[in-house]
């Protein structure tokens, strides 16, 4: 690290990734189980330098555009970014590693397979929702047709209640006799 380089806190580099505490943590101890190592204060905290920064956010961008296990992505950084601050690199940008390609390659077919399958389900649920709506209207066609015909079947029960009624009365009526008639 030359003297000029500037050493962040953890709650600066918290901040600049836009992360917790404990998500950065986690994030360093990862990369220090592959052998990346931070400049650390007498106090034992680490402190990142602009190196580390990049690392740190091109990690970030692993886990979260990729969904990559963190061991993986640590591989990665470790590969691409070399074991910390301390180790003889170049402050070139290395390219995409191979194995990088294809992680992003493979991730990318599989949001295709996803967005496919998203669209696959939209057209089922269209499909469903106009079945579930046409059987409403027949629902309703068969509610119409039972409710009219009952209707038709009550007008029809009270009308033949009436004319049997009628009838019965016109019977009563023809068959009774005036009690003088009965003594002729």
Request: aromatic share 8%; with cysteine; net charge neutral.
């Amino acid at each position: 690290m030359d003297k000029t380089d500037k050493a962040y806190t953890p709650k600066e580099v918290n901040s600049l990734l836009d992360v917790s505490e404990s998500t950065a943590r986690k994030w360093c101890i990862s990369l220090e189980k592959k052998g990346y190592m931070f400049i650390r204060n007498d106090r034992n905290q680490r402190l990142f330098t602009e190196h580390d920064l990049v690392a740190l956010k091109k990690f970030q961008a692993l886990l979260k555009e990729t969904n990559m296990p963190m061991d993986n992505a640590a591989d990665i950084i470790i590969s691409r970014f070399g074991k910390g601050t301390f180790e003889d690199r170049t402050l070139s940008v290395p390219e995409e590693s191979n194995e990088e390609r294809r992680s992003l390659q493979s991730s990318e077919e599989t949001i295709d397979k996803l967005m496919k399958h998203i669209e696959t389900q939209e057209e089922y649920m269209r499909k469903q929702d106009k079945f579930n709506q046409d059987l409403l209207k027949r629902l309703d066609q068969q509610e119409r047709y039972i409710l009219s015909s009952i209707e038709e079947r009550d007008k029809s029960l009270t009308n033949s209640l009436r004319e049997m009624q009628q009838t019965q009365k016109l019977i009563a009526a023809s068959q009774e006799k005036k009690w003088w008639e009965f003594w002729k």
